[in-house]
């Protein structure tokens, strides 16, 4: 049974050598809301993290107590804006806090660079989560995985240090 307590949760920088691993929790924590196997396969090329996008933005993984990876976010900072690339955790600790430490942490990041703005395109099912951390609805955007397919877009206005 997975630890409850996101105390127990260390967030450090991700590494070019957990692409794999990284796209494994990206992959199992999507399957999870009960998309079919078409789907699924669709969503393998847009959910593979990359060597190159950790060197490029801004990762951060969620390790438990023993130091395995539980979830990870990454985001990416153009400008005075940044959008929220990644935002997973292992199905297990989905509603554990994992999520909000992870979400507060890519916050705190965008702030760091000088962001104003994070926008998030959201499954369907984490809109309630990204709203609860303070997001609002401003549109749709296209899904890169699945063509006509819009996803709910959010943006999180970040006030300047």
Not at 78 to 98: D, K, Q
Not at 120 to 132: G, R, T
């Amino acid at each position: 049974m997975p630890d409850p307590e996101p105390t127990a949760i260390t967030l450090r920088p991700a590494r070019p050598d957990e692409a794999g691993l990284l796209t494994e929790i990206a992959l199992t924590s999507k399957a999870a809301w009960g998309y079919d196997d078409a789907f699924m396969a669709a969503c393998v090329g847009p959910l593979t993290v990359t060597p190159e996008e950790i060197n490029d933005w801004i990762f951060a993984v969620a390790e438990d107590a023993s130091g395995e990876v539980r979830g990870f976010h990454a985001v990416a900072v153009s400008g005075g804006e940044a959008s929220l690339e990644y935002m997973f955790a292992l199905p297990e600790y989905i509603g554990t806090g994992r999520g909000k430490l992870l979400m507060r942490d890519a916050l705190a990041h965008c702030k760091q660079a000088g962001c104003r703005v994070l926008l998030v395109e959201s499954d369907v099912n984490a809109v309630d989560f990204y709203q609860a951390m303070g997001g609002v609805r401003i549109g749709e955007a296209e899904s890169t995985a699945v063509a006509k397919r819009m996803l709910p877009l959010l943006s999180f206005t970040i006030e300047p240090a």
